[in-house]
C-alpha cells in the first residue's frame, strides 16, 4: 500500500487540483481508488472524513498536536475510523499519512483529493472557509449564490478555521471572496488609521 500511495504515475495530472505535498497524496489516492474501481466508494468516504474532522475539535487536536508520539496518533485516528466503518483504502490511506507523520496535514489532502477529482470530472471547486460548519440552510443559499455568479456546476469543499471569527471566505479558481469579520476589522483599523 505504501508504495502504491507514493507513486504519481501520471506526472500530467499531478497539478490538477493542488499542488505540492497534499496534491502528490491527492493523486496518488485517486489513481489508487481509481485502479481498484472504487473511486466512488473513496470519494464518498473522504468527504464523510472531513466531515468528521471538521466537526471534532478533539480529533483536530490529535491530528495537530506535535507532542503526541506518532503512534499513539496513528493509533487514535485509526480506532476513530474502524468504529465509523471506513473502508481499507481510506484507512491504510491514513495509516500511510500517519506513518510519514503527516496527519497535521490530513484534512489539507483531503480537499486536496476532492478537488483532484472534480477537476478529473470537468468540475469546479470552490474552497470555502467558515469558522464553524455551516448548516445545511447556509451551505444551499452558498451554492445559490454562487450559481447567480456563474459558477453552477460547483463542489464546495469546507474548511473551518476559527481564526476568521465569522462570514466566509470563498476561493473559486483564482477568485476570492473574502467576507470574514477578520478582513472586515483589518480593513476598519486601516480606515481608522487613514482619518486620524
Known sequence: MASAVMSTR??????????GLAGRYATALYEL???????????????????????????????????LDIRDSRKAI????????????????VGVIADNRRLSRLREILAAFAAVAAARRGEMTAEVVSAE???TAQRARLQGKLAEAGYSRVNLQERIDPAILGGLVVRVGPRLFDSSLQSRLVRLHYAMKGAA
Open 10 to 19: 501520471s506526472a500530467s495530472h499531478a497539478s490538477v487540483g493542488t499542488g
Open 78 to 93: 485509526l480506532a476513530v475510523m474502524k468504529h465509523q466503518g471506513f473502508g481499507q483504502t481510506v484507512t491504510s490511506f
Open 133 to 135: 460548519p455551516l448548516t
Open 33 to 67: 481508488a481509481a485502479d481498484r474501481r472504487q473511486l466512488d466508494d473513496v470519494l464518498s468516504e473522504t468527504d464523510a472524513l472531513s466531515r468528521l474532522i471538521d466537526g471534532s475539535q478533539d480529533l483536530r487536536n490529535v491530528l495537530g498536536d506535535a507532542r
